[in-house]
């Protein structure tokens, strides 16, 4: 186990919480992906937005996820 760093804490806005509430069907929807989706796709961009949040609120952990996953955060990242 590492230390990822420190994380700072901010309130959750409606809408973010809202976004964030998805992440059961969003992580069904990445654990069936064999390549980066449609970004047009309902699912895409539901997934795109909830990922988007969590690393705004989770970014300590951002470096740790893209060592790994460069390509998936990158996506995510990308302004469409």
Known sequence: ???AGTQGVSP???ETLKVLQNAKQVSVTCLGLTQL???N????REMRAYYQ???KYNS???DLVRANHAGFVDWVARKE
């Open 1 to 3: 186990m590492i230390q």
């Open 53 to 55: 949040a969590w690393f």
């Open 12 to 14: 959750l806005d409606n």
């Open 60 to 62: 300590t952990f951002l």
């Open 41 to 44: 796709a309902p699912a895409a």
């Open 37 to 39: 989706p449609d970004p």
